[in-house]
């Protein structure tokens, strides 16, 4: 090998290396943003259960979980009187972990609440799907 091979499969190493580290450096920028805007959205749908605004509440959750009042309705009730988020405030609720996919389009968030002063895990995780830029609870 000549010098020009050795430093031309130098420079294609090089940029191969920079290539990967900003391609890792984006994924995770991507990340951070998307989670960020999930635990916002979060604290908005908390905040609606914890004051009684069904509406607000409501528009949380993705459109195919709004297909049936019914349902609405029932999980509404049950959110309100038997797990007591009526006499909560938001930060008595917390997101521990979020997953998403490759695309940033779903996500698997492991959330938490206080009861008795005492840190709760809830019993199975939340999914979350991002329609546009805002993202939204599954019912």
């Known amino acids: ?12 190493g090089g ?8 391609a890792g450096g984006c994924a995770k920028m991507k990340q ?11 604290t908005q749908m908390v905040t609606a259960a914890c ?22 309705k029932l999980v509404w009730g ?5 797990q ?3 006499k909560k405030n938001p930060d008595d609720f917390r997101i521990d ?3 998403f996919d490759p695309a940033f389009t ?6 938490s609440h206080q009861s008795s002063g005492e840190w709760k895990k809830d019993d199975k995780p939340q999914q979350w799907v991002r329609i546009g830029e805002v993202w939204h609870l599954k019912l």
């Open 78 to 82: 049950g959110m309100r009187l038997v």
């Open 106 to 111: 779903n996500a698997t968030v492991n959330t």
């Open 15 to 22: 940029a191969l290396l920079l290539a990967v580290f900003l």
């Open 84 to 86: 007591g988020v009526a």
């Open 51 to 72: 004051q009684g605004n069904y509406t607000n509440w409501v528009e949380c959750l993705a459109p195919e979980s709004r297909s049936s009042e019914g349902k609405l």
């Open 1 to 12: 090998m000549n010098k020009n091979t050795i430093g031309l499969i130098g420079r294609l």
């Open 32 to 42: 951070e943003k998307q989670e960020k805007a999930l635990r916002q959205r979060y």
């Open 97 to 99: 972990s979020v997953y």
